[in-house]
Protein backbone atom coordinates (compact mmCIF):
# COMPACT_ATOMS: atom_id res chain seq x y z
CA UNK A 1 0.00 0.00 0.00
CA UNK A 2 3.22 2.62 0.92
CA UNK A 3 3.05 5.34 3.13
CA UNK A 4 0.15 7.41 4.19
CA UNK A 5 0.47 11.37 4.41
CA UNK A 6 -2.07 12.55 6.63
CA UNK A 7 -2.53 16.42 8.29
CA UNK A 8 -3.34 15.42 11.77
CA UNK A 9 -3.20 16.82 15.27
CA UNK A 10 -0.84 15.27 17.74
CA UNK A 11 -3.39 13.21 19.54
CA UNK A 12 -4.43 12.00 16.57
CA UNK A 13 -1.30 10.78 15.38
CA UNK A 14 -0.85 9.07 18.57
CA UNK A 15 -4.13 7.48 17.77
CA UNK A 16 -3.03 6.31 14.31
CA UNK A 17 0.17 5.01 15.74
CA UNK A 18 -1.55 2.93 18.57
CA UNK A 19 -3.61 0.92 15.78
CA UNK A 20 -0.17 0.47 13.74
CA UNK A 21 1.51 -1.00 16.75
CA UNK A 22 -1.43 -3.42 17.12
CA UNK A 23 -4.00 -1.77 19.63
CA UNK A 24 -6.54 -4.28 20.91
CA UNK A 25 -8.24 -2.84 23.44
CA UNK A 26 -8.71 0.31 24.94
CA UNK A 27 -10.80 2.06 27.65
CA UNK A 28 -10.99 5.66 28.90
CA UNK A 29 -13.27 8.56 30.06
CA UNK A 30 -12.84 11.81 28.10
CA UNK A 31 -10.77 14.24 29.48
CA UNK A 32 -9.56 17.33 27.84
CA UNK A 33 -6.72 17.73 25.96
CA UNK A 34 -6.85 14.14 25.68
CA UNK A 35 -10.52 13.67 24.65
CA UNK A 36 -9.59 13.35 20.38
CA UNK A 37 -8.10 10.10 21.32
CA UNK A 38 -10.94 8.26 22.78
CA UNK A 39 -12.94 10.34 20.98
CA UNK A 40 -10.89 8.70 17.42
CA UNK A 41 -10.74 5.15 18.79
CA UNK A 42 -14.35 4.55 19.55
CA UNK A 43 -15.17 4.16 16.12
CA UNK A 44 -11.76 3.64 14.23
CA UNK A 45 -10.42 0.87 16.70
CA UNK A 46 -14.28 -1.73 16.79
CA UNK A 47 -13.69 -1.11 12.79
CA UNK A 48 -9.76 -2.84 13.14
CA UNK A 49 -11.69 -5.32 14.68
CA UNK A 50 -10.65 -4.16 18.20
CA UNK A 51 -13.06 -3.28 21.23
CA UNK A 52 -13.49 0.17 23.10
CA UNK A 53 -15.59 0.77 26.21
CA UNK A 54 -15.94 4.26 27.77
CA UNK A 55 -15.53 4.13 31.84
CA UNK A 56 -17.00 5.35 34.56
CA UNK A 57 -14.15 7.25 35.78
CA UNK A 58 -10.43 6.90 35.03
CA UNK A 59 -9.66 4.55 38.13
CA UNK A 60 -11.87 1.80 36.17
CA UNK A 61 -10.32 2.83 32.92
CA UNK A 62 -6.83 1.55 33.78
CA UNK A 63 -8.10 -0.96 35.61
CA UNK A 64 -9.87 -2.69 32.80
CA UNK A 65 -6.50 -2.13 30.30
CA UNK A 66 -5.14 -4.41 32.89
CA UNK A 67 -7.47 -6.87 32.77
CA UNK A 68 -7.92 -6.72 28.85
CA UNK A 69 -4.07 -7.59 28.91
CA UNK A 70 -3.80 -10.25 31.22
CA UNK A 71 -6.02 -11.89 28.44
CA UNK A 72 -3.39 -11.33 25.86
CA UNK A 73 -4.20 -8.17 24.31
CA UNK A 74 -2.11 -4.96 23.65
CA UNK A 75 -4.02 -2.17 25.77
CA UNK A 76 -4.38 1.49 25.86
CA UNK A 77 -5.99 4.69 27.84
CA UNK A 78 -5.46 8.08 27.59
CA UNK A 79 -6.02 10.90 30.07
CA UNK A 80 -4.99 13.95 31.69
CA UNK A 81 -3.63 15.39 35.35
CA UNK A 82 -6.72 15.03 37.49
CA UNK A 83 -7.23 11.17 35.71
CA UNK A 84 -4.35 10.60 35.92
CA UNK A 85 -3.50 11.27 39.21
CA UNK A 86 -6.74 8.82 39.59
CA UNK A 87 -4.51 6.21 38.04
CA UNK A 88 -2.15 6.08 40.85
CA UNK A 89 -3.25 3.09 43.29
CA UNK A 90 -3.94 1.19 39.55
CA UNK A 91 -0.42 1.75 38.37
CA UNK A 92 1.15 0.58 41.07
CA UNK A 93 -0.26 -2.66 40.85
CA UNK A 94 0.53 -3.03 36.83
CA UNK A 95 4.13 -2.28 38.14
CA UNK A 96 3.85 -4.99 40.71
CA UNK A 97 1.97 -7.41 38.74
CA UNK A 98 3.88 -6.47 35.62
CA UNK A 99 1.14 -6.23 33.44
CA UNK A 100 2.08 -4.45 29.77
CA UNK A 101 -0.05 -1.16 29.19
CA UNK A 102 0.17 2.12 27.64
CA UNK A 103 -1.02 5.23 29.64
CA UNK A 104 -1.20 8.51 27.56
CA UNK A 105 -1.16 11.54 29.91
CA UNK A 106 -1.71 15.05 27.64
CA UNK A 107 -0.72 17.28 30.40
CA UNK A 108 -2.40 20.69 30.86
CA UNK A 109 -2.12 23.28 33.60
CA UNK A 110 -2.20 21.74 37.42
CA UNK A 111 -2.29 21.39 40.33
CA UNK A 112 -6.23 20.00 40.73
CA UNK A 113 -8.56 21.61 37.91
CA UNK A 114 -5.96 24.38 37.39
CA UNK A 115 -6.36 25.18 33.32
CA UNK A 116 -7.85 22.62 31.30
CA UNK A 117 -6.84 23.70 27.61
CA UNK A 118 -3.84 25.32 28.22
CA UNK A 119 -0.17 23.11 28.04
CA UNK A 120 2.10 22.41 31.03
CA UNK A 121 4.49 19.83 31.78
CA UNK A 122 4.07 20.41 35.61
CA UNK A 123 3.16 15.84 36.10
CA UNK A 124 6.77 14.58 34.87
CA UNK A 125 8.04 14.29 38.69
CA UNK A 126 4.30 12.51 39.00
CA UNK A 127 5.02 10.34 36.33
CA UNK A 128 7.95 8.91 38.36
CA UNK A 129 6.83 9.19 42.05
CA UNK A 130 2.76 9.19 41.73
CA UNK A 131 2.44 5.84 42.40
CA UNK A 132 3.99 4.49 45.88
CA UNK A 133 6.63 2.66 46.47
CA UNK A 134 10.30 2.08 45.42
CA UNK A 135 9.73 1.27 41.57
CA UNK A 136 10.88 2.38 37.85
CA UNK A 137 9.08 3.34 35.49
CA UNK A 138 9.04 4.19 31.75
CA UNK A 139 7.72 7.63 30.81
CA UNK A 140 8.64 9.22 27.36
CA UNK A 141 7.35 11.94 25.40
CA UNK A 142 7.73 14.03 21.80
CA UNK A 143 7.50 17.60 20.31
CA UNK A 144 6.20 16.82 16.66
CA UNK A 145 3.84 14.57 15.33
CA UNK A 146 5.91 12.04 13.61
CA UNK A 147 7.41 11.91 16.91
CA UNK A 148 4.36 11.21 18.65
CA UNK A 149 4.06 8.46 16.35
CA UNK A 150 7.07 6.70 16.56
CA UNK A 151 7.77 7.07 20.64
CA UNK A 152 3.73 5.61 20.74
CA UNK A 153 4.89 2.53 18.63
CA UNK A 154 7.88 2.27 21.06
CA UNK A 155 6.09 2.64 24.18
CA UNK A 156 4.23 -0.90 23.16
CA UNK A 157 7.01 -2.35 21.80
CA UNK A 158 8.42 -1.62 25.42
CA UNK A 159 5.59 -2.43 27.15
CA UNK A 160 5.65 -6.02 26.35
CA UNK A 161 9.35 -6.49 26.28
CA UNK A 162 9.67 -5.54 29.90
CA UNK A 163 6.22 -6.41 30.93
CA UNK A 164 5.79 -2.86 32.69
CA UNK A 165 3.21 -0.12 31.89
CA UNK A 166 4.46 3.11 30.09
CA UNK A 167 3.44 6.29 30.17
CA UNK A 168 3.45 8.71 27.23
CA UNK A 169 3.92 12.51 28.49
CA UNK A 170 2.57 14.59 25.78
CA UNK A 171 1.12 18.22 26.52
CA UNK A 172 -1.67 20.14 25.00
CA UNK A 173 0.36 22.32 22.24
CA UNK A 174 1.80 19.04 20.48
CA UNK A 175 -1.42 17.33 21.45
CA UNK A 176 -3.81 20.07 19.50
CA UNK A 177 -1.33 21.40 17.05
CA UNK A 178 -1.58 20.24 13.21
CA UNK A 179 1.19 19.01 11.25
CA UNK A 180 2.22 16.41 8.10
CA UNK A 181 2.53 12.87 9.20
CA UNK A 182 3.69 9.89 7.23
CA UNK A 183 2.61 6.72 8.30
CA UNK A 184 4.61 4.09 7.25
CA UNK A 185 3.73 0.64 5.67
CA UNK A 186 2.82 -1.92 7.37
CA UNK A 187 5.69 -4.01 8.54
CA UNK A 188 8.23 -0.86 8.29
CA UNK A 189 8.87 -0.09 12.14
CA UNK A 190 9.41 -3.22 14.39
CA UNK A 191 6.53 -4.79 16.78
CA UNK A 192 7.28 -6.64 19.78
CA UNK A 193 4.49 -9.45 20.13
CA UNK A 194 3.66 -10.30 23.24
CA UNK A 195 5.98 -13.02 24.66
CA UNK A 196 4.04 -16.52 25.30
CA UNK A 197 4.97 -19.29 27.50
CA UNK A 198 5.57 -22.45 25.65
CA UNK A 199 4.90 -24.50 28.42
CA UNK A 200 2.20 -26.62 27.77
CA UNK A 201 -1.29 -27.40 29.24
CA UNK A 202 -1.14 -29.76 32.41
CA UNK A 203 2.39 -28.84 33.79
CA UNK A 204 3.23 -26.50 36.41
CA UNK A 205 3.56 -22.65 35.11
CA UNK A 206 5.61 -19.99 36.49
CA UNK A 207 4.38 -16.53 35.53
CA UNK A 208 6.61 -14.68 37.67
CA UNK A 209 10.06 -16.75 36.62
CA UNK A 210 12.23 -14.72 34.32
CA UNK A 211 14.12 -16.55 31.83
CA UNK A 212 17.75 -16.04 31.43
CA UNK A 213 17.40 -12.65 29.35
CA UNK A 214 15.19 -10.99 32.04
CA UNK A 215 12.04 -11.47 29.80
CA UNK A 216 8.27 -13.18 31.67
CA UNK A 217 6.48 -15.50 29.06
CA UNK A 218 3.08 -15.03 29.67
CA UNK A 219 -0.17 -17.57 29.53
CA UNK A 220 -3.19 -15.36 28.41
CA UNK A 221 -5.87 -15.27 31.88
CA UNK A 222 -8.20 -17.77 31.47
CA UNK A 223 -6.59 -19.95 29.29
CA UNK A 224 -5.34 -23.33 29.63
CA UNK A 225 -3.10 -21.99 32.86
CA UNK A 226 -4.35 -21.44 36.04
CA UNK A 227 -2.61 -18.86 38.36
CA UNK A 228 -2.59 -16.11 40.96
CA UNK A 229 -1.83 -12.12 40.39
CA UNK A 230 -1.73 -10.09 43.62
CA UNK A 231 -0.52 -6.66 44.21
CA UNK A 232 1.00 -8.23 47.25
CA UNK A 233 5.01 -9.17 47.17
CA UNK A 234 4.53 -12.53 45.83
CA UNK A 235 7.13 -15.73 44.70
CA UNK A 236 7.07 -16.84 41.22
CA UNK A 237 4.03 -19.11 41.29
CA UNK A 238 2.31 -14.88 41.38
CA UNK A 239 0.87 -16.01 45.45
CA UNK A 240 1.45 -13.63 48.32
CA UNK A 241 4.70 -14.06 49.90
CA UNK A 242 6.69 -11.57 53.11
CA UNK A 243 9.68 -13.93 53.12
CA UNK A 244 12.54 -11.93 52.85
CA UNK A 245 14.42 -13.15 50.24
CA UNK A 246 11.41 -13.75 47.72
CA UNK A 247 10.16 -9.43 48.51
CA UNK A 248 13.82 -8.78 48.28
CA UNK A 249 14.42 -10.31 45.04
CA UNK A 250 10.92 -9.25 43.42
CA UNK A 251 11.82 -6.07 44.04
CA UNK A 252 14.99 -5.75 42.82
CA UNK A 253 13.92 -7.81 39.82
CA UNK A 254 11.10 -5.11 38.91
CA UNK A 255 13.56 -2.07 39.80
CA UNK A 256 16.75 -3.62 37.85
CA UNK A 257 14.78 -4.92 34.81
CA UNK A 258 14.45 -1.18 33.91
CA UNK A 259 17.09 0.64 35.84
CA UNK A 260 19.52 -1.54 34.22
CA UNK A 261 19.00 -0.91 30.88
CA UNK A 262 18.65 2.77 31.24
CA UNK A 263 21.16 3.62 27.99
CA UNK A 264 19.01 1.06 26.04
CA UNK A 265 15.59 2.44 26.74
CA UNK A 266 16.90 6.17 26.00
CA UNK A 267 15.45 7.65 23.04
CA UNK A 268 16.62 11.25 22.65
CA UNK A 269 17.75 13.57 19.65
CA UNK A 270 20.63 16.15 19.33
CA UNK A 271 20.97 19.48 17.27
CA UNK A 272 24.80 20.84 16.93
CA UNK A 273 26.62 19.18 20.18
CA UNK A 274 29.98 18.66 18.46
CA UNK A 275 30.83 22.60 18.95
CA UNK A 276 28.30 23.30 21.09
CA UNK A 277 29.78 26.00 24.05
CA UNK A 278 25.89 26.82 25.24
CA UNK A 279 23.87 23.51 25.80
CA UNK A 280 20.10 23.67 25.65
CA UNK A 281 17.98 20.42 26.81
CA UNK A 282 14.15 20.23 26.39
CA UNK A 283 11.34 17.99 25.60
CA UNK A 284 8.18 17.79 24.33
CA UNK A 285 6.49 21.01 23.25
CA UNK A 286 9.35 23.45 24.66
CA UNK A 287 11.91 21.63 22.46
CA UNK A 288 10.38 23.56 19.62
CA UNK A 289 11.16 26.85 20.65
CA UNK A 290 14.86 25.83 21.66
CA UNK A 291 15.15 24.02 18.81
CA UNK A 292 13.90 27.63 16.78
CA UNK A 293 16.75 29.46 19.04
CA UNK A 294 19.56 27.02 18.44
CA UNK A 295 18.78 27.08 14.42
CA UNK A 296 18.45 31.25 14.50
CA UNK A 297 21.75 31.65 16.86
CA UNK A 298 23.83 28.76 14.83
CA UNK A 299 23.09 31.25 11.83
CA UNK A 300 24.73 34.72 13.38
CA UNK A 301 27.41 32.39 14.60
CA UNK A 302 26.85 31.39 18.09
CA UNK A 303 27.63 28.05 19.17
CA UNK A 304 24.86 26.54 20.70
CA UNK A 305 23.70 22.96 20.56
CA UNK A 306 20.44 21.01 21.92
CA UNK A 307 19.88 17.61 23.20
CA UNK A 308 16.07 16.74 23.56
CA UNK A 309 15.01 14.26 25.52
CA UNK A 310 12.24 11.54 24.35
CA UNK A 311 12.75 9.30 26.93
CA UNK A 312 12.59 11.11 30.45
CA UNK A 313 12.41 8.14 32.66
CA UNK A 314 14.14 5.95 33.38
CA UNK A 315 16.41 9.29 33.55
CA UNK A 316 19.53 8.73 31.12
CA UNK A 317 21.98 10.53 33.63
CA UNK A 318 25.03 8.81 31.46
CA UNK A 319 23.93 10.29 28.83
CA UNK A 320 23.40 13.79 29.45
CA UNK A 321 26.46 13.54 31.71
CA UNK A 322 28.33 12.65 28.60
CA UNK A 323 26.70 15.46 26.17
CA UNK A 324 26.71 18.51 28.71
CA UNK A 325 30.63 17.97 29.51
CA UNK A 326 32.01 20.19 26.88
CA UNK A 327 29.42 22.97 27.62
CA UNK A 328 30.32 26.33 29.29
CA UNK A 329 26.49 26.35 30.22
CA UNK A 330 23.59 24.57 29.98
CA UNK A 331 19.81 25.61 29.96
CA UNK A 332 17.18 23.24 31.09
CA UNK A 333 13.98 24.68 29.06
CA UNK A 334 11.09 23.55 30.24
CA UNK A 335 6.94 24.18 30.81
CA UNK A 336 6.83 23.64 35.18
CA UNK A 337 9.33 24.73 37.81
CA UNK A 338 12.48 22.63 37.00
CA UNK A 339 11.10 19.34 37.38
CA UNK A 340 13.98 18.14 34.86
CA UNK A 341 16.58 20.90 36.13
CA UNK A 342 16.96 19.06 39.12
CA UNK A 343 18.40 15.94 37.57
CA UNK A 344 20.15 17.11 34.98
CA UNK A 345 21.95 19.31 37.99
CA UNK A 346 22.66 16.00 40.04
CA UNK A 347 23.69 14.11 36.40
CA UNK A 348 26.41 16.67 35.38
CA UNK A 349 29.72 17.35 37.32
CA UNK A 350 29.43 21.12 37.37
CA UNK A 351 25.51 21.78 38.23
CA UNK A 352 26.71 25.38 38.80
CA UNK A 353 26.74 25.70 35.19
CA UNK A 354 23.04 24.28 34.76
CA UNK A 355 20.51 26.91 34.37
CA UNK A 356 16.75 27.07 33.82
CA UNK A 357 14.44 28.80 31.40
CA UNK A 358 10.36 28.23 32.29
CA UNK A 359 7.15 29.69 31.88
CA UNK A 360 4.85 28.36 34.69
CA UNK A 361 1.63 30.91 33.56
CA UNK A 362 0.27 28.59 30.89
CA UNK A 363 1.84 29.93 28.39
CA UNK A 364 4.12 28.66 25.72
CA UNK A 365 7.61 29.56 26.44
CA UNK A 366 8.69 31.33 23.22
CA UNK A 367 12.29 32.03 22.14
CA UNK A 368 12.48 35.42 23.34
CA UNK A 369 12.14 34.01 26.93
CA UNK A 370 15.27 31.43 26.12
CA UNK A 371 17.15 34.03 24.95
CA UNK A 372 16.60 36.45 27.55
CA UNK A 373 18.05 34.00 30.26
CA UNK A 374 20.80 32.99 27.46
CA UNK A 375 21.75 36.65 27.45
CA UNK A 376 21.95 36.81 31.34
CA UNK A 377 23.83 34.23 31.89
CA UNK A 378 26.21 35.55 29.26
CA UNK A 379 26.65 38.68 30.55
CA UNK A 380 27.41 37.14 33.81
CA UNK A 381 30.71 35.23 31.32
CA UNK A 382 29.61 32.10 31.56
Known sequence: MG???????????????ALYAGLDFYAGYPITPSSEIAELLAYRLPAAGGKFIQMEDEIASLCAIIGAS???????????????????????????????????NVQR?????????HGSQGDINQARWGTHGDHAIIAMTASNHQDVFAVT??????????????????????AHMRERLVIPESGILPLVERLRTSVKEGVDYHPYLPREDGRLPMSDFGGVHR??????????????????????????????????????IARYKEYYLEDAEHLLISYGSAARSARHVVENRRMRGEKL???ELQTLWPFPE????????????????ELNMGQMLREVKMAVDEPQKVFLANRIDSVFITPEDILNILRLIQGRGV
Not at 5 to 11: L, M, P, Y
Not at 109 to 117: A, E, N, V
Not at 236 to 264: Q, Y
Request: charged share 20%; proline share 5%; aromatic share 8%.
Open 227 to 264: YNVTGLFHDMWGFPSSEPRAVHGLLRHLVDKIENRTNL
Open 305 to 307: GLL
Open 153 to 174: VEAFNLAETYRTPVILLFDEVV
Open 318 to 333: DIVRDKCANAKSVIVV
Open 109 to 117: GGPSTGIPT
Open 70 to 104: LTGRKVMTATSGPGFSLMQEALGYAVMTEIPCVIV
Open 3 to 17: DIIKFVQGNEACVEA
